[in-house]
């Protein structure tokens, strides 16, 4: 069993920054994927950015340049640094782990709210 606890969502004005960390119980951490993805209203689920064992990391083209995603595995703690802000970042953050074998798993969600 894996438990993702998610911290670090609020209200930021437009331009704004926010770090929003998720940290994985038990010992997977090292060998997963992991990162994350957001609901936003009226529009489907969209994955934001993510970074693999390796280090590999991939974002959502609209945030390129904006948000840097960044893992500790000793804290067993994956980040998402969100800078220069957008209305049309609001939404509900979620991060996720896959392991190399087995399911995976989803943290219960964080709000993130940019107003204009």
């Known amino acids: 069993q894996v438990q993702l606890v998610e911290s670090g969502g609020g209200l930021v004005q437009a331009g704004g920054s926010l770090r929003l960390s998720c940290t994985a119980s038990?010992?997977?951490?090292?060998?997963?994927?992991t990162g994350w993805y957001r609901q936003v209203p009226g529009k489907q689920r969209e994955s934001v950015a993510q970074?693999?064992?390796?280090?590999?990391?991939e974002y959502l083209e609209s945030v390129k340049g904006r948000f840097t995603v960044s893992r500790d595995n000793n804290k067993a703690t994956v980040y998402l640094q969100m800078n220069n802000l957008e209305p049309e970042d609001t939404g509900i953050y979620y991060c996720?782990?896959?392991?190399?074998?087995?399911?995976?798993?989803w943290g219960q969600g964080t709000q993130v709210t940019v107003s204009a």
């Open positions: 038990g010992n997977r951490f090292s060998s997963s994927d």
């Open positions: 970074i693999e064992i390796g280090g590999k990391t």
């Open positions: 996720w782990l896959r392991p190399l074998f087995g399911r995976s798993w």
